[in-house]
């Protein structure tokens, strides 16, 4: 019995100083090389909070280069929202040698495809913003997801209401009736992101015990034009009625800000957004939006960054950085309203 306990210890240490030897080689080589390659899948360039990520990544990747000497090549494409240009291009990548992937999924149920092109190749991928159903991501070691707590988000936009209503109540409730008519922009349908955002900013202004009252609400996609489209007409179909407007991102708030302006609409209707883009952001310092949710952008660039070098470079990510079950990074968060501006 003892011979054959010897027998697996030995064939252990030897499995493991071979298994080292490998990580090591991998790691000096990729190192000694000095160039990491990384494909960066975009669900569609043109969305202004993913743009932004974009250039952060960017930005994160020039630092490095110049903290480590290690040189980054970061490819980037755009499949403009259809899942099957993504795959092509996915596969571009690994045909290309990229040593990870961050994909930004068109279809976030559609992973799987992507998920076996990559173990096939053994290359990492690093998911972001459109979050893949955990049966997905727990398929494989070298997947990660990288994103914001949906709840989080709406529970600080509806903090942001919650807080006015208790300063003055006429400030939301602006023809005095006793509750707040409020319309809600919603983001894509399929979207995690859509779904807990509009239950949770709801919810907080119920439990902030504002008595409100929803008019309609409608999927704008996260797109502006589309939201000033539909905002234009529910100003059309609930005259004087409108007194608050929740959107589930900035863009669709500033969309329902030009609906109010092309309306020429003098009441002081409120909206509030998420993201905290910088259009967004600037859009609450001029007063056209009452407030929004900044993320921080940085964090969320830079840790979908550095899990990639780190992967590519077969570095030991876990130890380095800490993630919920070995997967998942949720980013920063604030509320930010005209005041904290000024
Ligand atoms: C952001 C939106 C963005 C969408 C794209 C959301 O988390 O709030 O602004 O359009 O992600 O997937």
């Known amino acids: 019995m003892k011979k054959r306990y010897a027998f697996l210890a030995a064939a252990a240490v030897s499995f493991t100083a071979a298994a080292l030897f490998w990580q090591s080689r991998t790691q000096s080589r990729n190192e000694e090389n000095k160039e990491i390659r990384i494909g960066i899948a975009l669900y569609r360039g043109n969305d202004p909070f993913i743009n932004s990520l974009r250039s952060q990544i960017e930005d994160r990747a020039k630092e490095y280069e110049q903290a480590t000497g290690i040189k980054v090549v970061l490819d980037v494409a755009d499949p403009k929202g259809n899942q099957n240009t993504q795959n092509s291009q996915v596969e571009r990548f690994l045909s290309l040698g990229c040593d990870a992937l961050c994909v930004n999924m068109v279809d976030r149920s559609a992973a799987s495809y992507v998920i076996n092109k990559a173990m096939d190749a053994d290359v990492p991928v690093i998911f972001f913003n459109r979050e893949p159903v955990e049966e997905d991501m727990k398929r494989w070691e070298r997947l990660y997801y990288v994103g914001e707590n949906a709840r989080e988000s709406a529970v600080l936009q509806g903090t942001i209401l919650a807080d006015a209503w208790k300063a003055d109540p ?39 015990g504002i008595p409100i009252e929803r008019l309609t609400g409608g999927i704008a996609n996260w797109d502006r034009s589309q939201a000033s489209a539909l905002m234009g007409q529910w100003l059309e179909e609930f005259p004087g009625q409108i007194e608050l407007v929740i959107c589930n991102n900035d863009e669709m708030a500033l969309g329902a800000a030009d609906a109010l302006e092309r309306a020429e609409e003098g009441r002081p209707i409120r909206i509030v957004g998420i993201d905290g883009t910088p259009q967004g952001l600037e859009g609450v310092k001029k007063g056209k939006l009452f407030g929004t949710v900044r993320c921080d952008i940085r964090e969320y660039a830079e840790i979908i960054f550095e899990i990639a070098a780190a992967e590519a470079l077969g570095q030991d990510v876990r130890g380095q950085i800490e993630l919920t079950s070995g997967i998942y990074y949720e980013c920063g968060q604030e509320a930010v309203t005209g005041e904290d501006l000024q």
């Open 170 to 208: 006429l400030s939301l409730d602006l023809n005095g009736d006793g509750r707040v008519s409020y319309v809600l922009l919603e983001g894509e349908s399929s979207h995690q992101d859509s779904l807990i955002r509009t239950e949770w900013s709801v919810q907080t202004l119920k439990d902030g």
